[in-house]
């Protein structure tokens, strides 16, 4: 496991230094800087393709305010300089072109304009990262008893509370989730984001989610990485439920929560549902799962596809009856271009509401952000379901 997470992190420097080395080229090119800011921004810019592991690292075990304001700068500058290397290669492209057919364009107002347009927009990312927007839908369940007719269900999914997403920012989002007054409220996976041990700050926010029926929530992908020791102390303060492949009758609404598998275990989810003495094909039902993926795979096999080739065609649950699944995990893709990349990955499933015949499934584009707090696609969300 510890050779695989080196390997990755070399593979992600490997391809990082080139694509940050695009940006750098392009600024001493067409920008007018001297020899001693070419040289600073030089190490800068090596600085920084070094800082987000650096910064990972140091905020998995130390919280402190130098060095959640280190964790995001250098999670900050992952997503602009994401987005500067487009704009780079764009201006490369044009310089070819224009190599190519003999004519000249005025390259450094076009870099000016374009890197101040980049920064602008990342500028409005985040400020879209931290300023959740309420999503309402409508969805119709079979067999819906009488009481839940008309009824919210809130979803919070990705807040990815950690070294970025701290005490205020969950005290945000409860105080605009309890103005809905749900019924209940789920969380659908990676809530917690690089806890440390220090995590209490946190608790205040968690502590202040209401809801008529309960809170209940089940484990994402960054739940297996922070490991149970970490996050489970930090439940057992609140009132959140933690369905850990169980389910639970709330007035004849079946709510079903499966956690994200670890490593090498196979979620038998089959056997999970049809042993439990409260299901009933027949009653209106809610299937709580991270991804939005076929779910009678093993998590080897379930974190490949997540990333590569997932299989979205749900056959595995509609075969079950549920009648709607909440699944995040995608993020709706966060940041431009990501939001084409994990369409094609997911076959359209990777964001909204999808339905097919009786089968609903809604994928949250994330309460919170994942490494760059940066939001330029997709929205961050609290989803008020209705249900009828």
Avoid: C
């Amino acid at each position: 496991m510890i050779l695989r997470f080196i390997s990755f992190i070399i593979f992600v420097i490997a391809a990082l230094v080139p694509l940050n080395f695009l940006v750098y080229w392009t600024v001493i090119t067409f920008l007018p800087f001297n020899h001693p800011v070419k040289y600073f921004l030089l190490v800068l810019f090596i600085f920084f393709i070094l800082s987000f592991f650096v910064a990972s690292f140091l905020a998995h075990f130390i919280d402190d305010l130098l060095v959640r304001v280190y964790y995001f700068l250098a999670s900050l500058w992952l997503g602009l300089v994401g987005q500067l290397i487009l704009v780079s290669a764009f201006i490369w492209l044009l310089y070819f072109i224009g190599k190519e057919f003999n004519f000249n364009l005025p390259y450094t107002t076009i870099t000016i304009v374009l890197f101040s347009a980049t920064f602008i927009w990342t500028a409005y990312g985040v400020w879209q990262a931290f300023h959740p927007q309420v999503k309402s839908i409508q969805v119709a369940l079979n067999n819906l008893p009488a009481d839940w007719q008309g009824k919210t269900i809130v979803q919070l999914s990705d807040l990815h509370l950690g070294p970025i997403n701290g005490g205020k920012f969950m005290d945000q989002v409860a105080e605009m989730t309890n103005r809905l007054n749900p019924e209940i409220i789920v969380i659908t996976g990676d809530l917690f984001d690089g806890l440390n041990g220090k995590a209490k700050a946190l608790l205040a926010g968690l502590k202040k989610l209401q809801a008529k029926q309960g809170i209940y929530f089940v484990t994402g992908n960054h739940e297996t990485y922070v490991g149970s020791h970490r996050y489970l102390p930090l439940l057992e303060q609140t009132d959140i439920k933690f369905l850990d492949n169980e389910i639970v009758n709330l007035n004849g609404l079946q709510l079903i929560g499966l956690s994200y598998p670890n490593l090498g275990q196979i979620n038998q989810i089959e056997k999970i549902i049809r042993s439990g003495d409260n299901y009933n094909k027949k009653q209106a039902s809610i299937l709580l799962y991270h991804i939005p993926v076929s779910i009678n795979i093993s998590s080897g096999a379930s974190q490949r596809q997540a990333y590569l080739h997932p299989r979205t065609d749900f056959s595995y649950v509609k075969n079950l009856g549920i009648d709607l699944q909440l699944s995040g995990h995608t993020h709706a893709g966060q940041i431009f271009p990501f939001n084409i990349i994990t369409r094609w990955i997911f076959n359209g499933y990777h964001y909204g509401l999808h339905k097919d015949g009786d089968f609903n499934i809604f994928i949250s584009s994330g309460t919170g952000t994942w490494g760059p707090p940066i939001r330029t696609a997709g929205k961050s969300e609290i989803v008020a379901i209705e249900l009828n």
